[in-house]
């Protein structure tokens, strides 16, 4: 090619397809959804424990076990159940993001347990961190998305339903002194895999997602109320927005199996100058660009 304008045009366009290339490249990776896993699928070396009557990181009866890739919940190495309530806390807390639980009510309820944890358990958000629990607390400050499964007495019984041990949330415009508000999901039977979503943006609005759909939105979550106890005072200052926290698997006496948790986080960097620019994130955190 000896013509210098041929030379010249073909240069700027090999120049353009590397440069559009490279924009695309950029855009795909900004929109590129970064899911964790919380769950490893093989340990939970990345979770401390927290049990009623225990100190924390003390399983003595093996609560929660890992087995062929799922998180089991179980109480067959238990004697009396003397209300050890349990929770497995994932390692760091969160603010701003979107968490996937998929998760199914099995086996057989501990009869010694309270009634009310019958084909009942949960995952628990913006809570505590562990280690500012007493031995003899029994719940963590915190919100619940509580599961349930059908008593097969072909009754309703929705499940993603929120409940909130020493915290309160503003539902309908106004703080609800209920402790549990019921979701608009399907029942779900025992034994049936259902997959939960909760996204969450610090301390303004919280939606619960069952299966697809979603089934109950609140805001502002904040600590007070009661329906805990054996707690430090220092850490129940009432009043208090949430703004983040720790997140947490529930044991209270009913058999249950956790297959995923993973996380979206979306609070990051918002330049999009940065090499770590996400699209989908709603919080910025101007330290995280680089």
């Not at 210098?4 to 366009?13: D, E």
């Not at 994932?90 to 084909?119: C, M, N």
Request: aromatic share 12%.
């Amino acid at each position: 090619m000896n013509n210098p304008a041929l030379r010249t045009s073909a240069f700027l366009i090999i120049l353009l397809v590397f440069v559009v290339a490279n924009l695309a490249s950029a855009q795909t990776k900004a929109t590129k959804r970064e899911w964790i896993s919380l769950f490893n699928g093989r340990d939970t070396k990345d979770w401390i424990v927290k049990i009623n009557h225990h100190a924390v990181g003390k399983d003595p009866a093996k609560t929660f076990r890992v087995e062929n890739g799922v998180i089991k919940v179980r109480y067959d190495q238990y004697g009396k159940f003397n209300d050890q309530f349990g929770h497995l806390y994932f390692k760091q807390p969160f603010s701003y993001y979107h968490l996937v639980v998929e998760y199914r009510i099995t086996g057989e309820w501990k009869k010694d347990a309270p009634e009310y944890t019958y084909r009942n358990s949960g995952v628990m958000f913006h809570s505590q961190d562990p280690k500012t629990m007493p031995v003899d607390q029994d719940w963590p400050i915190s919100v619940e998305c509580q599961f349930l499964a059908s008593l097969g007495d072909g009754k309703a019984r929705p499940t993603g339903n929120m409940c909130s041990p020493g915290t309160n949330v503003v539902y309908k415009g106004k703080i609800d002194p209920r402790h549990c508000i019921e979701s608009s999901s399907k029942t779900y039977a025992h034994n049936e895999w259902v997959r939960a979503e909760l996204i969450v943006l610090g301390d303004s609005l919280i939606t619960h997602i069952i299966n697809g759909d979603t089934v109950l939105q609140y805001a502002k979550p904040q600590i007070g109320g009661g329906v805990v106890s054996g707690y430090d005072p220092k850490i129940k200052q009432d009043g208090k927005l949430l703004s983040e926290g720790f997140i947490a698997l529930q044991s209270e006496g009913q058999p249950v199996d956790f297959r995923k948790v993973e996380l979206l986080n979306l609070e990051g960097c918002m330049d999009p100058k940065s090499r770590n620019f996400k699209s989908y994130y709603i919080k910025s955190d101007p330290k995280k660009c680089r």
